[in-house]
């Protein structure tokens, strides 16, 4: 049952078949044209004939296919003066060859004009037209349809987008293509477009040398529009990429169309209101530019900065349509001035009744006059009262877009593309004083001969193309600056040469620049004011990397640049300054000679040392009285001495710590001061001993005599000597820069190299004064008229203290004030020692000399007032 529901289908094909090969055996195949024939706008015949492709209407009428009826032929609209400018210049390059003896000599070019109205595939037909021809011819199935190309170049088209769809279609068939103002880089790509040259810059380096115009006037934060074709987005994808690298940011980027709707184009308008950037880069068309100049005047946005391209920076039109000044001060890129001579005569030179395509020449002379062609008498007069013309009126009076000379280097580079070919010709066809007529030049060879052509112009422009088919990027930097006649006058301010040293590429001249609103102050645009060194960035999340906070540099950091990303951490003695953007050379602390509390102490050192002397000459002057005798005199004068070195020790530890004053200060302060606690516990015991000696049956004293006094304190000193030693050898004391306690500043210190042996030398001290303490407490009581060990009790009482309180004070000092607490420790135990012990014999010895005899001194305590 399947196989019968199916038959049907196998029928029908089987029936097509059939009748297909019924067809071929009973009618011959032709070779014919398919579809509507292409009729050129303008053609003149010749021995070679050339393409022109260019747009001599900017646009067309919409319309809506049902698919159902074949399409009716493109309806194109707003006559464009520039196109057939470009048409002009081509048929005066052509004429100028064709009159010339140098230059194929014989030999006549002709050409077809055919016009796109801007679409895409109305370029792309008119190309297959030039390549095949418009005849509608029929052959024999036996004959090859392959034929000669009918154009052995074409020149246009004028935008980059129908170029690459025209390069694509023609590409295979090796046909040169040479383009005047199509720009994309991306035509560049020989694998892609292989037939295809240029006579005007890259726009790869228009984007870089647009995103350095950009960064050298401090501009890092601009809106970007571009034309919604390849031209726009590959020159705004190159200029996004360079500006990236040269840190400027696109607060936002749009793409408009000539042909989009209203709603569109008032959306891009509100992009621009709510934006915060104040320059604009306009990667635009100059036919994108006039629609766009009209909404911008609707709205009056005004204040801006515009950057742009060379399709319209120096395009008077578009001067002329911007009645309310919003373009005043545009900066941007064109290309270098040109001067053709006897090419405005001749473009001016219009004859529209000579033409074969006469209702392009009347729509073109109707517009160009606001006039209406005179008609023959079979013909309705409804043209009114509307003025009436010949076609044989006179263009050098006229002052419109078509007479505006301004895009004379575009002209040129029409000029210099025909020229290109011609000379390609010349080469190929062997031309000296007469060309080979009888060789046919094919459109391969032709290519092949471009590419490698180098003349000048009658100029002198040198034309010749790289490996890309690309000429030198060179550009002229144009501001638009006013007159006094309200006017905009095209400055060139600058220079652009790609093939020049990355640093030297942009050159602006020393000239008077116009920025937005004709203001001579170069405007801001960032999004976030520059970081001042001292601080760094800080990105904002989410938002690019124009969009920052600036903070202050961390504690010992710098950063000595603008917009700093990071901060530069000071090496170990520097320490920045206040501003934060040097590293400055720390200051260095510690105890001097100069300042004041070194000074105070230099000054209580020298006192006690000098009252000490003095106390020793009076003891010294008064050795026989019973006074000094007691306690035994000699150790007595061994304790001043030790006193005085106590005193003098102190001085080490002010001034500049070096290597041998650190290993000085602490020692000699150790053993001077064992020194001292040594004759002080020899006196205690002594006055112990005696009294022992006074009880019967006591002999101690012939223990405890001066040569015992005198071993025992150098025994103790000696101990101390040899802690001293082993701290020196096995790790001494040094010098060292503290930059730990304060980050501002360095401390000179001694470092102790063995905290065990400093923290030995101060113990044996220790204990040698708590065993001089005890034992001068047990004996403060003894009967004794003067009794010394009363003193020395105070004395050591007052050393006690004073060491126990300079543990925690040392510990917790900083910098030089450590120093100075060990200073005063020192100071105030010598001092103490000093009044407590010599002070009462000395106030016996000068002013009670009546109580300095031995029987005042045989007194019974109980009758003594001492």
């Known amino acids: 049952m399947m196989s019968i529901q199916r038959w049907p289908e196998h029928g029908w094909t089987l029936l097509q078949l059939l009748l297909v090969a019924s067809f071929s055996q009973a009618e011959e195949l032709l070779c014919r044209q398919r579809g509507d024939p292409e009729n050129p706008q303008l053609l003149k015949d010749g021995d070679i004939m050339l393409g022109g492709i260019f747009s001599f209407h900017s646009s067309w009428k919409n319309r809506w296919e049902n698919y159902a009826d074949k399409p009716s032929p493109l309806e194109c609209t707003s006559l464009n003066f520039r196109g057939f400018q470009f048409a002009q210049a081509m048929r005066f390059a052509v004429e100028e060859i064709n009159n010339s003896t140098d230059l194929l000599p014989a030999v006549s070019l002709g050409y077809k004009f055919y016009d796109t109205c801007g679409s895409i595939a109305r370029g792309v037909r008119a190309a297959l037209a030039l390549a095949n021809g418009n005849e509608v011819n029929s052959a024999p199935s036996n004959t090859s349809c392959v034929k000669p190309a009918q154009v052995l170049a074409i020149m246009g088209e004028t935008s980059s987008s129908p170029c690459m769809a025209i390069a694509t279609v023609i590409g295979p068939f090796h046909i040169p293509m040479i383009s005047h ?95 915060t950037a104040k320059v604009i880069v306009a990667f635009l068309s100059h036919m994108d530019m006039d629609v766009l100049i009209h909404e911008l005047t609707h709205h009056n946005l005004t204040g801006y900065q515009w950057v742009g391209s060379e399709s319209w920076i120096f395009d008077s039109q578009i001067a002329k349509l911007d009645r309310h000044h919003i373009l005043d001060g545009a900066i941007g890129l064109s290309i270098p001035t040109a001067h053709v001579s006897g090419m405005r005569e001749f473009m001016l030179d219009v004859k529209p009744l000579n033409s074969t395509n006469t209702d392009f020449f009347t729509e073109f002379w109707e517009t160009l006059f606001s006039c209406k062609f005179k008609q023959s008498k079979s013909s309705s007069s409804s043209s009114g009262n509307q003025r009436k013309c010949t076609g044989h009126e006179d263009l050098t009076g006229v002052h419109n877009s078509f007479t505006d000379m301004s895009l004379m280097p575009i002209f040129n580079n029409v000029y210099k593309g025909v020229y290109a070919v011609a000379h390609a010709l010349h080469r190929v066809l062997g031309c000296n004083e007469t060309c080979n007529n009888k060789l046919q030049p094919d459109p391969f060879t032709i290519l092949q001969h471009v590419r490698k052509i180098h003349f000048k112009t009658k100029e002198g422009d040198e034309v010749y193309f790289n490996e890309d088919g690309d000429p030198a990027a060179k550009y002229e930097i144009i501001n638009w600056q006013p007159t006094e006649h309200g006017a905009v006058d095209f400055v060139t301010v600058g220079l652009y040469d790609a093939s020049l040293p990355s640093d030297k590429q942009l050159n602006l001249l020393n000239k008077a620049l116009f920025f937005a609103q004709n203001s001579k102050v170069v405007p801001v645009s960032v999004c976030s004011e520059m970081c001042p060194p001292g601080t760094r960035k800080v990105l904002h999340k989410g938002k690019p990397i124009c969009c920052f906070d600036c903070i202050r540099c961390a504690e010992g950091e710098i950063s000595n640049v603008t917009d700093s990303v990071e901060c530069i951490k000071c090496p170990i003695e520097y320490w920045p300054n206040t501003r934060g953007d040097t590293c400055i050379l ?189 034992l001068a407490f047990l004996a403060r009581k003894l009967p004794d008229n003067f009794n010394e060990a009363k003193f020395i009790t105070f004395s050591m009482l007052i050393f006690c203290a004073v060491w126990m309180t300079f543990i925690p004070a040392y510990v917790s000092s900083p910098g030089k004030f450590t120093v100075a607490v060990e200073i005063f420790a020192i100071l105030a135990s010598s001092y103490g020692l000093l009044f407590c012990i010599f002070i009462p014999k000395c106030y016996i010895i000068l002013l009670r000399p009546e109580q300095n005899t031995k029987k005042h001194m045989m007194r019974k305590p109980n009758d003594s007032h001492l």
């Open 181 to 275: 103002f199509a720009t994309c880089a991306c035509l560049s790509d020989k694998t892609k477009y292989p037939s295809f040259l240029r006579t005007i810059p890259s726009d790869y380096y228009q984007s870089r040398a647009l995103a350095l115009l950009v960064k050298h006037f401090g501009w890092t934060w601009v809106g970007a529009i571009r034309t919604n074709d390849d031209y726009g987005n590959n020159g705004m994808a190159i200029f996004t990429e360079t500006a990236q690298q040269l840190g400027v940011c696109l607060e936002y980027s749009v793409a408009v169309f000539r042909t989009d709707p209203p709603e569109k184009l008032q959306k891009i308008i509100d992009i621009i209101k709510a934006s």
């Open 586 to 774: 720390k200051e260095i602390e510690f105890l001097s000679y100069s300042e004041i509390m070194g000074i105070i102490l230099t000054i209580f050192c020298l006192v006690g040392a000098v009252l000490t002397v003095l106390i020793a000459l009076v003891f010294f002057h008064n050795r026989q009285t019973p006074v000094v005798r007691a306690n035994n005199s000699e150790l007595s004068f061994l304790l001043l001495f030790s006193l005085t070195l106590c005193f003098l020790c102190s001085l080490t530890f002010i001034g500049r710590p070096s290597e041998w004053s650190c290993m000085l200060r602490h020692t000699a302060f150790g053993i001077t001061f064992v020194l001292c606690i040594s004759c002080i516990l020899g006196k205690t015991i002594v006055v112990l001993m005696a009294f022992k000696a006074t009880l019967p049956g006591s002999n101690v004293m012939k223990w405890f005599g001066p040569a015992q006094q005198r071993l025992s304190v150098l025994a103790f000193t000696l101990i101390q000597v040899l802690i001293c030693i082993l701290w020196l050898t096995i790790k001494p004391p040094f010098p060292l820069k503290n930059t730990e306690h304060y980050k501002e500043k360095i401390i000179l210190e001694c470092a102790l190299g063995s905290p065990v042996g400093f923290w030995a030398v101060l113990g044996y001290i220790g204990l040698l004064a708590l065993l001089c303490f005890v």
